[in-house]
T-cell receptor, first 113, second 114 residues
């Protein structure tokens, strides 16, 4: 059973565009929602994370929007650049206590010049 | 520099030949985990460890073993590798202390079993 569903699988935008990646979760116990960015040949790196007590979090050009009632969250990349081309993974876990991190299947983003 | 170190980066082996992929972290993290990454399937957890001598199965544990004898090390063992274990493997660690629950990943080990 896939607990975190991510879409789209791939995405192409032009430089300056605003790619949006969506994730939906099923487990209402999840209370920590990070996004990871992975460049070719590298391990995933934590990009930004949100907890369900807020509906939006911004860090630089990256914004997470969170809808607790719909059990959905999304990543927006403002003014996207070719250097943002990477694979993005959403994830979810129970923050406190011992809990594994469940990942979505990933979105391959290409930002064309 | 805080990091998770995996070795080797690349490995080609034959079916049935036991191998070990090492993982070490220098951040004194309690929690360590192994993932495999396959096209279209994302990151799937193999095993995880909550602390020394405490390990548990993830989503795809078949064919793998782990051990956690020291806090910093978490090796992944394939006792009899098969071609379906050809994959990209990542070790990761994280703290159990707020506010940082984010994983730090290693650079990956690309394993090919022929």
């Amino acid at each position: 059973q896939q607990q975190v569903k991510q879409s789209p699988q791939s995405l192409i935008v032009q430089k300056g565009g605003i790619p949006i990646i969506n994730c939906a979760y099923e487990n209402t116990a999840f209370d920590y929602f990070p996004w990871y960015q992975q460049f070719p040949g590298k391990g995933p790196a934590l990009l930004i994370a949100i907890r369900p007590d807020v509906s939006e979090k911004k860090e630089g050009r990256f914004t997470i929007s969170f809808n607790k009632s719909a059990k959905q969250f999304s990543l927006h990349i403002m003014d996207s650049q070719p250097g943002d081309s990477a694979t993005y993974f959403c994830a979810a876990s129970v923050e406190f206590g011992y809990s594994t991190l469940t990942f979505g299947k990933g979105t391959m983003l290409l930002v064309s010049p | 520099e805080a990091q998770v170190t995996q070795n080797p980066r690349y490995l080609i082996t034959v079916t049935g030949k036991k191998l070990t992929v090492t993982c070490s972290q220098n951040m004194n993290h309690e929690y360590m985990s192994w993932y495999r990454q396959d096209p279209g399937l994302g990151l799937r957890q193999i095993y995880y460890s909550m602390n020394v001598e405490v390990t548990d199965k993830g989503d795809v544990p078949e064919g793998y073993k782990v051990s956690r004898k020291e806090k910093r090390n978490f090796p992944l063992i394939l006792e009899s590798p098969s071609p379906n274990q050809t994959s990209l493997y990542f070790c990761a660690s994280r703290s159990d202390r707020a506010p940082n629950y984010g994983y730090t990943f290693g650079s990956g080990t690309r394993l090919t079993v022929v």
